[in-house]
């Protein structure tokens, strides 16, 4: 291999390739340093240097105009490129980036789909066992960015399978590990270990490149026509290099793929001839951070590596790499409490070396250590494997890049308030309570809304732990991804910061909204962002909408949005009077539109319209004003005795008025005997039974009268018809809690003595005959508690209290 120029061709993010490189660029000192990247990286790659810029990161190029048209072109602490660039700023080297520029690649189109017969076995990943080959026939044009475009690549050939099955290996990892990873890190053991020679630096290089020649001759491009555009333009960058500071002082660290094309001869106007006419976009590029997930292959890129953790660790530790990252896990299982002692440690060390000596490997290798690691410190346990991988073998580390760093408005006004919230961002999920409350996490709670509106999911609400917290309580689940980057760089047409920005969308997609419940969705975002100059536009909008819609049941959909936006106004000290009127205003008219929407229901359109009466029952609730509290309960009067109404619908409002305590316990008697009478149609009563029972079956267990009503009806009811009314009946009681339906079969399986009370005066089985008042007396202290002071032995019952108010005058 001629040293005149140094083509150093490297595997990407291989920390062998990477310590061969930083070898062969110390022996041979170039002036000038080419690495395969976009060329308008030359203007920001001076970051690299930079003490703030810590790995991994990665170059983004994206379209001005489309910021979602984005690639990434990723490194980390190992990567042959990082190394190479790190060393060149130490020295005061040159760099240049020589591939096919941005402006071209995210222009060009996607290439079709690729005939399989050249593809390697390992084509599970598509782009990813592609990019895992040594040299990368073009996944180091960069990662697509999911939000479209950019420069996407077909797998046709993995070189560094075809050279492992060669070699007489099925795992390419396994075959690089034992003749690059390990060999190198045998030789750094061993004892009579000295410095390699000047010419014993560029050995791996030169087998690299004699492999790459000879697959290069059998295959040719291997089926990446997009490859002879890229070299061409490597090529020519070369040219200019070796013209202007001669061939000694030029070094070019690239996929080992490349290097036999580069070594070619080709005329200029032929290499310039391959890249004229390229379509072109105007571009951007910047340092964003990256993590080891987005390294791993199965974080969807598959940068080529299963374990960014495994490999950063090879490369970092030079003194016995084994014993050490034995202790790492040691630590690990400890911390999650799992008994790993010293002794444990010495066992697994022993036990992977053993492995390794009887597969003839020179060192062990990450798939000894796992076993060796199962079989002692996880005692035959695939459980705790899982927490390995996930913490050590990919890892959790975030990279960082300086302030200057070019960046858009939006991400400038992002960091600013990262870091006066206190918030960093991590590339693990966590979990972050805030109580509104607090000035800093309300502050916080609207940043990651407004982040959400626009669509950059740093955080995701999780409801369910909100829920449970109370009113003043968020729950948030945090993870960064390195394509939030690409996410903020598109929302940047909304704004210039992210208040702004979220406010600016909120009006237009309200605007633009097809549904009124869309419109009322994007009030409670709007109110959620704190976004008060946007939320009275929006609010506009929305009355707007609701004056001109006649939709009972859109009205009904659009209700619960905006009563929840009312409550998390009060909550925040948010003026809601608006949006209470709008509200309360929709109420009004669901009220009046109710009845006649309620008749002439086929099934189908009846259980959708229970499922809006439970909302609007909520909604009114919450809304706690008498005068509409009155009305509706009213409408449900109404319904529930109206023939003409769905049965369902009727037993429904009989429900809710019965649990509002505005139906007697002897009046939803009297309803029940009359919807299960003999004149009314089994389906009729059964669709009467479904709605009266849907909020749930403690109501039977405590009325023992109403359990016999229908125990009788149904023991009526003919042979044919029960048939039809089976499913309905199923479908009731399925919704019941376990213990309620245990509790109704063992109650109907005792019998209710002639469908009511018991025959005799005798106690039901584990109940006695007449109520305790000692074991009853011993929860009044309890229920004065919960409902104050007023309450007395004889004095007023629990339900006759005055109702208690939450902090937002929501009656419970």
């Not at 509106?453 to 993870?479: K, V």
Request: charge should be negative; aromatic fraction near 4%.
């Amino acid at each position: 291999m001629s040293d005149r120029p140094l083509l150093l061709g490297v595997r990407h993010h291989g920390p062998g390739s990477a310590r061969a490189v930083r070898a062969a660029l110390v022996a041979h000192e170039p002036k000038v340093l080419l690495v395969e990247g976009p060329p308008e990286a030359d203007a920001v790659v001076r970051l690299a240097g930079e003490r703030t810029m810590v790995p991994p990161v990665a170059l983004l190029a994206h379209a001005v105009d489309e910021p979602g048209r984005a690639a990434f072109w990723p490194f980390a602490a190992f990567s042959p490129e990082w190394v190479a660039i790190s060393w060149a700023m130490e020295q005061g080297v040159e760099v240049r980036f020589v591939d096919l520029p941005a402006a071209h690649s995210l222009a060009l189109p996607r290439q079709p789909e690729a005939e399989p017969e050249l593809k390697p076995e390992a084509e599970h990943e598509g782009r990813a066992a592609d990019a895992e080959a040594v040299g990368d026939p073009d996944g180091e044009e960069g990662e697509e960015s999911s939000c479209g475009g950019g420069a996407a690549s077909d797998l046709r050939i993995d070189p560094l399978a075809v050279l492992a099955r060669t070699a007489g290996y099925d795992d390419p990892e396994r075959w690089w590990e034992d003749v690059v990873e390990h060999r190198g890190a045998a030789d750094r053991q061993g004892p009579d270990a000295e410095p390699d020679a000047r010419e014993q630096t560029l050995a791996p290089f030169t087998a690299l490149e004699e492999a790459m020649t000879a697959l290069r001759e059998t295959h040719d491009d291997g089926g990446h026509s997009r490859d002879l555009v890229r070299e061409a333009h490597m090529r020519l960058r070369l040219r200019e290099a070796r013209k202007e500071f001669g061939d000694d002082a030029v070094a070019v660290v690239c996929g080992a793929w490349h290097v036999p094309a580069l070594r070619e001869k080709h005329a200029v106007t032929a290499d310039r001839g391959l890249l004229k006419g390229l379509p072109k976009l105007k571009v951007d590029v910047t340092w964003v951070p990256w993590t080891h997930r987005r390294l791993a292959r199965h974080s969807g890129y598959g940068a080529g590596i299963t374990s960014p953790g495994w490999y950063g660790h090879l490369f970092e530790t030079a003194d016995r790499p084994l014993v050490r990252w034995m202790t790492r896990v040691a630590e690990l299982l400890r911390a999650e409490d799992h008994p790993v002692s010293s002794a444990h440690v010495i066992e697994s060390v022993r036990l992977a070396e053993s492995l390794a000596a009887l597969r003839g490997r020179p060192l062990a290798g990450l798939t000894e250590t796992l076993e060796a690691v199962r079989a002692v410190m996880c005692e035959g346990s695939q459980v705790p494997l899982a927490l390995i991988e996930d913490r050590l073998i990919v890892g959790d580390a975030l990279g960082e890049v300086p302030d200057e760093a070019p960046a858009v408005p939006l991400q400038r006004d992002l960091t600013r308030l990262q870091r006066s919230l206190r918030l960093k961002p991590e590339a693990a999920e966590r979990a972050l309570d805030l109580d509104l409350r607090k000035e800093t996490d309300a502050a916080r709670s609207l940043m990651l809304h407004r982040l959400s509106l626009l669509g950059i999911a740093w955080g995701t609400l999780d409801s369910h732990r909100s829920r449970n917290t109370g009113t003043f309580r968020e729950s948030w689940r945090l993870s960064w991804e390195p394509e939030l980057s690409v996410r903020t760089a598109e929302a940047g047409i909304w704004g210039t910061t992210l208040a702004t920005a979220a406010g600016a969308k909120a009006i237009t997609r309200a605007s633009e909204a097809q549904e009124l419940g869309e419109v009322t969705l994007w009030a409670e975002r709007c109110l959620l962002a704190g976004l008060d100059d946007a939320l009275p536009q929006v609010m506009r909008e929305l009355a707007d909408r609701a004056a001109l819609d006649s939709d009972v049941g859109r009205l009904a959909k659009a209700l619960p949005a905006l009563v929840r936006s009312v409550r998390y106004g009060d909550v925040r000290g948010t003026d809601s009077a608006m949006l209470r009127r709008v509200a309360e205003g929709l109420a009004e008219r669901i009220c009046v539109g109710l009845p006649p929407a309620c008749t002439g229901l086929d099934a189908d359109g009846a259980a959708a319209l229970r499922e809006h009466l439970d909302a609007v029952q909520h909604s009114v609730a919450m809304l706690a004003d008498e005068g509409l509290t009155s009305r509706w309960r009213a409408v449900l009067r109404s319904l529930s005795a109206r023939e003409s109404v769905a049965a369902l619908l009727r037993g429904r409002c009989a429900r809710l008025l019965l649990d509002e305590g505005e139906l007697a316990a002897d009046d939803a008697e009297r309803l029940l005997r009359l919807a299960l009478s003999t004149g009314a149609e089994p389906a009729d009563a059964a669709g009467w039974v479904e709605g009266f029972l849907s909020g749930g079956g403690m109501l039977l267990l405590h009325d023992e009268r109403l359990l016999a009503l229908i125990d009788g009806w149904l023991a009526s009811v003919s042979p044919t018809a029960f048939e039809d009314v089976l499913p309905l009946l199923r479908r009731t009681f399925s919704a019941f809690e376990p213990g309620v339906r245990s509790n109704l079969g063992q109650i109907v399986r005792r019998g209710t003595g002639g469908r009511g009370a018991p025959a005799d005066d005798t106690a039901y089985p584990g109940f006695g005959s007449e109520p305790d008042a000692d074991r009853s007396a011993a929860v009044l202290p309890t229920l004065r508690h919960l409902l104050g002071d007023s309450l007395a032995v004889g004095g007023p019952t629990p339900a006759a209290a005055t109702p208690v108010q939450d902090p937002v005058g929501a009656s419970r």
